[in-house]
């Protein structure tokens, strides 16, 4: 079955950077759009960045210039760096392929 294994995460101080990775297996990967979310306490999970098969992307304006969505194909691998941390990216991030599968989540924690 799918499944997608995430890593990164942790906590940071504010301005620093991190690099989460969603590993994808039993899937053909390629075709698919992944896409990072984050579910801060109490607000619904939004949509952070999202990569098409093609290598198109976008972004939620709220991380735009600071984070950056890539996919290596190979390695069935699709990534999110994340630059100049302010407080409020403080989140559990997701990824997801497609509309059916999720990572089972990582915490990520900016402080001040």
């Known amino acids: 079955q799918v499944q997608l294994v995430q890593s990164g995460g942790g906590l940071v101080q504010a301005g620093g950077s991190l690099r989460l990775s969603c590993a994808a297996s039993?899937?053909?990967?390629?075709?698919?759009?992944m896409g990072w979310y984050r579910q801060a306490p109490g607000k619904q999970r939004e949509l952070v960045a999202a990569?098409?098969?093609?290598?198109?992307?976008n972004y939620a304006d709220s991380v735009k210039g600071r984070f950056t969505i890539s996919r290596d194909n190979a390695k069935k691998t699709v990534y999110l760096e994340m630059n100049s941390l302010k407080l409020e990216d403080t989140a559990v991030y997701y990824c997801r392929e497609g509309q059916n599968y999720w990572g089972q989540g990582t915490q990520v924690t900016v402080s001040s």
């Open positions: 039993g899937t053909i990967f390629s075709i698919y759009t």
């Open positions: 990569i098409t098969s093609g290598g198109s992307t």
